[in-house]
C-alpha cells in the first residue's frame, strides 16, 4: 500500500502564505504524478496542482501565480506554496499521488486525509 501524510494547514489572514507538504511512504515502486485537491464546504473537490515526475506541472486557474507546486523525487514528497491567500483558499486540501506499488505494480490514485486551510478576511 502507499500512504500519504499532509502537514502545514491553518488558519491565515487573507494576503498571507501557508506551506503544504506532503510525504508518501510504503510499497512504492514509482510515483508518475503527485498534487493537490482541495474541497469546499458544500463543494466538489477541485484540482489545485498536480506535478510529474519530470517536473511538468498543471494549475487551476484560480491560483495560477499564487500557488507554486514543486516536488522532491527523493523524498516521494510534494509541496504547495501558497502565497496571497484569499477567503475563497478556504477549504480541505487533499494531497493525491498516482503510484504504482511494488508488489503489484499496478498504478493506482492514493489520497491523503487532508489538512484544512482557513483563510480570514
Known amino acids: 500500500q502507499v500512504q500519504l501524510v499532509e502537514s502545514g494547514g491553518g488558519l491565515v489572514q487573507a494576503g498571507g502564505s501557508l506551506r503544504l507538504s506532503c510525504a508518501a511512504s510504503g510499497s512504492i515502486f514509482s510515483i508518475w504524478a503527485m498534487g493537490w485537491y482541495r474541497q469546499a464546504p458544500g463543494n466538489q473537490r477541485e484540482l489545485v496542482a498536480t506535478i510529474t515526475s519530470a517536473g511538468t506541472t498543471n494549475y487551476a486557474d484560480s491560483v495560477k501565480g499564487r500557488f507554486t507546486i514543486s516536488r522532491d523525487n527523493a523524498k516521494n514528497t510534494v509541496y504547495l506554496q501558497m502565497n496571497s491567500l484569499k477567503p475563497e483558499d478556504t477549504a480541505v486540501y487533499y494531497c493525491?499521488?498516482?503510484?504504482?506499488?511494488?508488489?503489484?505494480?499496478?498504478?493506482?490514485?492514493?489520497w491523503g486525509q487532508g489538512t484544512q486551510v482557513t483563510v480570514s478576511s
Open positions: 493525491y499521488a498516482l503510484a504504482r506499488q511494488i508488489r503489484t505494480l499496478r498504478e493506482d490514485d492514493y
